[in-house]
């Protein structure tokens, strides 16, 4: 469908009208004229234009006067605008553009310079309306995608785990296993997407990093103890250092599952550090692993939920996929970051004695405390 542009003229002399009329003539543009400014507001919402040409002098109600009470109304703070005047006050110049001008022109313009400028805000004009409903499309379209997903989580969750529970009984370990998989997805994605809907609420509370370290190791012990896993931790975690995040999930999803990757792909007896640093109101958290490292190619996602980064640990663990996705949205939600340094096996100059993976996690600081105080 092609669109007519339609253009709205403003100014208090005729003639002037009839100028700018002229010299757009061939340019196949629709034209609304009027020399009184309060005529045009009112007819504004009936033309619906995409451009208009403003005289600043006027009586009654100036230009910029026009422009002002056509965005408090309307709230037209796209259309673009083009005055052309004879002032060269620059106190009311800038003022014209300080209300929303985009270009202003001398009534001695050059017919090229009426006729550039208005193809080309037209066309900007024209190429922002689009980009907004392909946007507007696009939200829309991951709104109907997010309740499509809802709605088959709840589905599925209820006889997954019926199912792990039968599984149990019959002592099925693998159906049991699967099972535990699947329903572990479910609940990440769930968990995603109400926080991300802001229908789960975080509230932020002083957490001490050092305690929120070991109450995540101990749910690990088991899984360092099958691949004799030792840990350190380095002098920056001799002090407490307290951050702001919310602990459960702290503990539960962003340091478990930084953790948990970190066993996953340490070769037996392989060991994991952790160290703290902090600088200008932040905390640095680094942990460190000695395993196989991160193939380049996933990097770019490795925090992107839309694509599938997991992969087999070095006994053949499986994971969900979504761990690190998660760590990163929990993350934001307490105003910290998390980034990644990897040196994986086959990369240039990498070899067993210094192949692995560094996670650094960002806080806000609250305060550090000395143990011995």
Do not use: W
Not at 64 to 70: N, V
Request: glycine share 6%; hydrophobic share 40%; proline share 3%.
């Amino acid at each position: 469908m092609v669109i007519t542009p339609r253009i709205l003229l403003v100014d208090d002399i005729k003639t002037n009208l009839k100028i700018y009329k002229h010299v757009l003539a061939d340019e196949g543009y629709a034209f609304y004229s009027y020399t009184d400014p309060e005529e045009a507001l009112e007819h504004l919402t009936s033309i619906q234009p995409h451009l208009l040409i403003l005289d600043i002098e006027m009586p009654k109600m100036d230009g910029i006067q026009l422009l002002k009470a056509i965005r408090e109304k309307y709230g037209s703070k796209n259309i673009p605008v083009i005055f052309i005047t004879t002032l060269s006050n620059e106190i009311r110049l800038k003022e014209a553009y300080e209300v929303g001008a985009n270009d202003i022109l001398s009534k001695d313009f050059k017919p090229f310079q009426l006729k550039f400028k208005v193809k080309s805000l037209l066309q900007q004009f024209f190429l922002e309306q689009k980009l907004m409903i392909f946007g507007r499309q696009m939200r829309e379209k991951s709104e109907e995608n997010e309740n499509l997903i809802r709605i088959l989580c709840h589905d599925l969750l209820n006889p997954l785990t019926a199912l792990k529970l039968l599984s149990k009984r019959n002592k099925d370990e693998r159906s049991e296993s699967i099972t535990d998989k699947a329903i572990k997805i479910i609940e990440h994605v769930r968990e995603m997407l109400a926080l991300e809907a802001g229908k789960k609420e975080l509230k932020l509370t002083d957490v001490n990093l050092r305690q929120a370290i070991e109450e995540s190791l101990e749910y690990m012990k088991e899984k360092m103890q099958k691949k004799n896993i030792q840990y350190f931790y380095n002098s920056g975690l001799l002090e407490d250092v307290i951050i702001s995040a919310e602990k459960v999930s702290l503990v539960n999803q962003v340091l478990n599952n930084i953790i948990s990757n970190a066993i996953k792909f340490s070769e037996q007896g392989g060991n994991i550090y952790f160290n703290t640093e902090v600088s200008n109101n932040q905390v640095y958290l680094k942990i460190r692993d000695e395993g196989i490292g991160i193939p380049k190619r996933i990097l770019p996602d490795l925090f992107n939920k839309y694509v599938k980064t997991s992969r087999p640990g070095t006994a053949k663990e499986t994971g969900t996929g979504f761990g690190l996705p998660i760590v990163k949205t929990y993350m934001n939600f307490y105003g910290g970051d998390v980034k990644v340094e990897t040196k994986a096996i086959g990369d240039e100059g990498v070899d067993e004695d210094n192949q692995g993976t560094t996670f650094i996690l960002t806080f806000n600081l609250v305060e550090v405390e000395s143990e011995n105080s």
